[in-house]
């Protein structure tokens, strides 16, 4: 089964040219073509585009997609590479998470202090609380 490029654009809610701009990039190699020159994805090209989006939402750039990519064209003699290049990413993916945790604490502290602080000043003035 394939799909148009209208199709995938809706099933991913990636816009066509974003879709256009991966192809181009080399980060979605293969698409192929109809008869009259329309991009026909494929099911592969789908959970590639999903493997992308995965990449790209958690901070890998552009261009070490384009090198991961580049890897898996090479086959199975790219494995070791591959799982290397996506260990230092799920290494850098947890550094964000524990920073994030950081900064999720500090909000966290500040919103308890600051309702608190709220609900002794509305207490005060008869305000009402929430």
């Known amino acids: 089964m394939t799909f148009t490029i209208k199709q ?42 999903g493997l992308i ?10 261009k070490q ?4 990519v580049e890897l898996s064209l090479e086959g199975d003699s790219s494995l070791k590479s591959r799982c290397e290049l996506l260990r230092e990413h799920k290494k850098n993916v947890e550094a964000q998470i524990e920073e994030m945790k950081k900064h999720l604490a500090k909000v966290t502290h500040k919103l308890r202090k600051f309702t608190s602080q709220y609900e002794t000043y509305a207490g005060k003035t008869g305000k009402p609380g929430k």
């Open 8 to 49: 995938v654009s809706e099933k991913t809610s990636l816009p066509p040219h974003v879709l256009r701009y991966y192809e181009n990039e080399g980060l979605l190699p293969g698409v192929g073509r109809s008869r009259n020159g329309m991009r026909c994805y494929s099911e592969n090209d789908l959970e590639w585009l």
């Open 65 to 68: 997609i384009r090198s991961f």
């Open 53 to 62: 989006c995965c990449l790209k939402n958690t901070g890998m750039s552009i």
